[in-house]
């Protein structure tokens, strides 16, 4: 089975049970923009969240830049930003805290930012579906907001679903606005959702929650 780059819509890996954790494998992911017909699925795959970083940048990349790449090992380390850009070495986390947060709430249909605690880190761990395994991936980031947003916000930035077959995953999803090399975002379940609701102050009958978590 092969895919072009070109062809590729997005991309996902999963881990759906500890095993996969304690010896770091699982199933990687690439939808085609040519339909099912084309979807890739690797199973088994040893080191697949180093794959799924190295096939993601590959992605993003023009053929000729291709051509170019002399090392995969730097395209599976968070890049750089570049000379003048992004966060300054003197940040603190606190800082960089409240920077994203105020990023946050300027957005149109994002209506509270909340920072989320050890304690409700380790809820959410607990409650969460073991399918949602992007969730997962948020509660590994350094920092980690619950944000809820109304209908006016703007469409995700990737597909939110991913399915081939009866297998079904939650990607994690880009988030344009938080300029840093491993922000992620993540649609949380049913049960997370009504755990994060009296965090609130001002959630509509039909806003939505989302979890949007970076490493400094």
Known sequence: MSIHYKNIRDTAFSKNNVLHYIFNYGALFARSSAGSVGDFEARCVPGVEKAY??????????????????????????????????VGQDETLEQAIEKEKDIL???????????????DRRAIFETEEDRNHWVYESLRKQVIFAATHDSTFRKPDEAIVMQAGEKVIFPTVKFHEIKRPSVISSSPGMAVHEYLVPKFENLGEYDATLLIGFDQ
């Open 53 to 86: 970083k190295i096939i993601n940048a590959l992605h993003n990349f023009t053929e000729e830049e291709r051509r170019n790449i002399t090392s995969l090992e730097q395209l599976a380390s968070p890049q750089p930003f570049p000379k003048g850009e992004g």
């Open 105 to 119: 709430l300027d957005i149109q249909g994002i209506k509270e930012v909340v920072l989320m605690s050890d304690a």
